[in-house]
């Protein structure tokens, strides 16, 4: 077995036990990405001379006896969404060109503090806006398991990592379900956890409302190990939860007999989820159930506005977020003669901003403009209002919700136009509006595609999604 098959639990192991050293899975992972990257275009940017220098301080630290966390030597990935100090950071973005912000995002020094090397920032939609991973200026990112297929999005450069075992995890942002869905297209686990447990300090803002960081691992404990780096106060960031999270991996081993389970009717039997999809999770549910978890069918009547709701707010805030790049403070400036400062901003955004951002700009503008923002925006926030109370509902009679993550398994590259796109995100989207917590994890296949299992839990219970997940994940192959 070649060292990137291993999972980022089972490396940790050799490391502590010093059958392989920090370089030695450094150097793996870029053999790896030597051997692999030019077909699946998962990073942006690589850091070769960084990440062998962070093990080689990990190995001299472990050999001097010093006590280190169990991922410390671990390489991670790092969505090219988050400040990284002295690294270029993009967004997928050409406005951003050549950023080279001067600190790093919290989420990246608590995985430099846990003593993991960082081999680069992977690929992204623009902004995080999309679901493909074909919306970066860059290039566009390829499923690992069939590469005439797309990864999912936002994070699928994050998710291509991992499944291609060029990174052992990677961090992600989640919107509209842009780890989740990425994770569940590449038959890797991904977890969004509750808005406020992680931080968002130093991460760029698409809508500031649902963003979230979570990981993108191989299996459900390596998703609670990289969960406990990540998770925490943060003075630096006002939305984080100002409490600690409880010890996840654990929890893993409490099991599942007497949990309560939900499955949302509307997700999965609605229109639009593919029949395969279906009974890999109904296939699933039955596993959980043998497991003595209690399972019966709920709805969530509500639940059909989300989309809706998502791309109004979604929009209105990622108007007034991208209103800072006018290539006066940093980034791309045009070069074209201009007039005026208008000029100036109306040329520099039509060349640094791609098509689907340029789209959601408009979109999110109107809706904030006089005379629309009542009807739009104030009314979406309203019946968000109304989806949160359908999950609270239900939360108070089950410990967790089932549903699929996405309604069908990878598509073909151009095989969705922009609407069937939108419409791929309908199983994940109602948890960023409802702002519970989520993780996708593989139950299935159709053909040699894989199918995810989503878990859902009310705010700030993961530990019961990697419980669940777990047991689930230890009863399957």
Same mark, same amino acid.
Not at 414 to 423: I, N, V, Y
């Given at each position: 077995?070649?060292?990137?098959?291993?999972?980022?639990?089972?490396? @940790?192991?050799?490391?502590? =036990?010093?059958? !392989?050293? %920090?370089? #030695? &899975?450094?150097? /793996?992972?870029?053999?790896?990405?030597?051997?692999?990257?030019?077909?699946?275009?998962?990073?942006?940017?690589?850091?070769?001379?960084?990440?062998?220098q962070a093990a080689a301080q990990i190995d001299e630290r472990r050999a001097a006896g010093e006590e280190l966390g169990p991922l410390a030597g671990v390489p991670?990935?790092?969505?090219?969404?988050?400040?990284?100090?002295?690294?270029?950071?993009?967004?997928?973005?050409?406005?951003?060109?050549?950023?080279?912000?001067?600190?790093?995002?919290?989420?990246?020094?608590?995985?430099?503090?846990?003593?993991?090397?960082?081999?680069?920032?992977?690929?992204?939609?623009?902004?995080?806006?999309?679901?493909?991973?074909?919306?970066?200026?860059?290039?566009?990112?390829?499923?690992?398991?069939?590469?005439?297929?797309?990864?999912?999005? @936002?994070?699928?450069?994050? =998710?291509?990592? !991992?499944? %291609?075992? #060029? &990174?052992?995890? /990677?961090?992600?942002?989640?919107?509209?379900?842009?780890?989740?869905?990425?994770?569940?297209?590449?038959?890797?686990?991904?977890?969004?956890?509750?808005?406020?447990?992680?931080?968002?300090?130093?991460?760029?803002?698409?809508?500031?409302?649902?963003?979230?960081?979570?990981?993108?691992?191989?299996?459900?404990?390596?998703?609670?190990?990289?969960?406990?780096?990540?998770?925490?106060?943060?003075?630096?960031?006002?939305?984080?939860?100002?409490?600690?999270?409880?010890?996840?991996?654990?929890?893993?081993?409490?099991?599942?007999?007497?949990?309560?389970?939900?499955?949302?009717?509307?997700?999965?039997?609605?229109?639009?989820?593919?029949?395969?999809?279906?009974?890999?999770?109904?296939?699933?549910?039955?596993?959980?159930?043998?497991?003595?978890?209690?399972?019966?069918?709920?709805?969530?009547?509500?639940?059909?506005?989300?989309?809706?709701?998502?791309?109004?707010?979604?929009?209105?805030?990622?108007?007034?977020?991208?209103?800072?790049?006018?290539?006066?403070?940093?980034?791309?400036?045009?070069?074209?003669?201009?007039?005026?400062?208008?000029?100036?901003?109306?040329?520099?955004?039509?060349?640094?901003?791609?098509?689907?951002?340029?789209?959601?700009?408009?979109?999110?503008?109107?809706?904030?403009?006089?005379?629309?923002?009542?009807?739009?925006?104030?009314?979406?926030?309203?019946?968000?209002?109304?989806?949160?109370?359908?999950?609270?509902?239900?939360?108070?009679?089950?410990?967790?919700?089932?549903?699929?993550?996405?309604?069908?398994?990878?598509?073909?590259?151009?095989?969705?136009?922009?609407?069937?796109?939108?419409?791929?995100?309908?199983?994940?989207?109602?948890?960023?509006?409802?702002?519970?917590?989520?993780?996708?994890?593989?139950?299935?296949?159709?053909?040699?595609?894989?199918?995810?299992?989503?878990?859902?839990?009310?705010?700030?219970?993961?530990?019961?999604?990697?419980?669940?997940?777990?047991?689930?994940?230890?009863?399957?192959?």
């Amino acid at each position: 077995m070649a060292l990137t098959d291993l999972t980022a639990y089972e490396l @940790s192991q050799k490391l502590q =036990a010093k059958e !392989v050293s %920090a370089r #030695e &899975a450094v150097a /793996a992972c870029f053999e790896k990405i030597d051997a692999v990257e030019g077909d699946i275009k998962a990073f942006i940017t690589l850091t070769r001379e960084q990440a062998d220098q962070a093990a080689a301080q990990i190995d001299e630290r472990r050999a001097a006896g010093e006590e280190l966390g169990p991922l410390a030597g671990v390489p991670v990935g790092h969505k090219d969404l988050f400040c990284t100090r002295g690294v270029k950071t993009t967004a997928g973005s050409k406005i951003l060109e050549p950023y080279i912000p001067p600190y790093d995002a919290t989420v990246v020094t608590r995985c430099d503090e846990a003593g993991m090397p960082m081999v680069g920032k992977t690929n992204l939609d623009e902004f995080a806006m999309g679901s493909s991973t074909e919306n970066s200026a860059y290039q566009i990112t390829r499923n690992p398991i069939d590469l005439e297929r797309v990864p999912g999005g @936002s994070s699928g450069g994050s =998710a291509a990592s !991992v499944a %291609a075992g #060029e &990174a052992f995890c /990677a961090t992600g942002t989640d919107t509209g379900g842009s780890i989740r869905q990425p994770a569940s297209l590449c038959g890797i686990v991904g977890m969004r956890p509750t808005y406020g447990r992680v931080s968002r300090y130093g991460v760029i803002a698409y809508a500031s409302s649902l963003d979230q960081v979570g990981p993108l691992c191989k299996d459900v404990r390596d998703c609670a190990m990289l969960l406990q780096v990540l998770a925490g106060p943060d003075p630096m960031d006002a939305t984080c939860a100002d409490m600690e999270p409880p010890d996840y991996v654990g929890c893993l081993d409490d099991g599942v007999k007497g949990l309560k389970a939900g499955i949302v009717k509307e997700l999965v039997y609605g229109e639009g989820i593919h029949p395969p999809v279906k009974a890999a999770v109904l296939s699933a549910v039955d596993t959980l159930t043998e497991l003595g978890v209690e399972c019966e069918e709920v709805s969530l009547p509500n639940i059909d506005y989300s989309l809706p709701v998502y791309y109004i707010i979604a929009t209105a805030e990622c108007s007034s977020n991208l209103a800072r790049y006018d290539g006066v403070r940093y980034g791309h400036r045009t070069e074209l003669p201009v007039e005026d400062i208008h000029d100036l901003y109306a040329k520099t955004r039509a060349e640094g901003f791609g098509e689907e951002v340029r789209l959601r700009i408009m979109l999110g503008t109107y809706a904030l403009s006089a005379g629309y923002y009542d009807a739009y925006y104030k009314k979406a926030l309203q019946v968000r209002t109304l989806i949160k109370q359908d999950f609270e509902r239900a939360f108070e009679k089950y410990d967790i919700l089932l549903s699929p993550t996405s309604p069908c398994v990878a598509w073909n590259f151009g095989e969705f136009d922009q609407m069937a796109l939108k419409l791929a995100d309908i199983c994940t989207i109602p948890i960023n509006v409802g702002c519970i917590c989520g993780m996708s994890l593989p139950c299935g296949f159709q053909d040699h595609l894989p199918i995810g299992l989503q878990i859902l839990g009310a705010p700030f219970t993961e530990d019961k999604l990697l419980r669940a997940g777990y047991a689930y994940e230890q009863a399957t192959k």
